[in-house]
Each structure stands twice: as C-alpha cells, then as structure tokens.
C-alpha cells in the first residue's frame, strides 16, 4: 500500500496567493498580464502590486469579464 503523506501538496495549494491563481490563469489563457487587465477594465498595477488580496471592485470586473473563473463572484446574481 501507498503510505506516502499528500499533507505538503494540499498546503503548497493553499499557500497560492489569489494573484498567484490569476496569473495562472493569465498564462493558461496565454495572454499578457497587461491584455487581462484591459479586457477586465483594471489596472495592470493591480496584478503586480504588493499584498495578496484584491478589492472588491476588481474583482467583480474581473467576474463579469472571464465568468468562466471560479472567484466566488457572480455580479450576474446578484453575489459577490
């Protein structure tokens, strides 16, 4: 039987940033950094600038522009 420990995978999971996810997402769709940012109407700043959260507001232009992203916010129903 396989009695290897999956602990350290689910932690290097949780341990990516929401940008971190984003960008991800960015080079899966090969795009720039700078085309995801025009198409969800935000700063390309947004992306590269420090923290690991974004507001509210990006987020939601960035829901109503790729609504195949899984971000928790659906401003077409009313939640986000």
Do not use: W
Not at 6 to 11: A, C, D, N, P, V
Not at 43 to 70: C, D, Q, W, Y
Request: glycine share 10%; charged share 25%.
């Amino acid at each position: 039987a396989d009695t290897r420990s999956t602990k350290g995978t689910s932690e290097a999971v949780m341990s990516v940033t929401p940008k971190e996810r984003l960008r991800q997402f960015i080079a899966f769709r090969e795009l720039t950094q700078r085309k995801f940012a025009h198409k969800a109407q935000i700063s390309a700043g947004v992306l590269r600038g420090g923290g690991h959260t974004l507001s509210m507001t990006s987020v939601r232009k960035i829901g109503n522009a790729f609504p195949e992203l899984n971000i928790g916010c659906s401003p077409a129903r009313g939640r986000c």
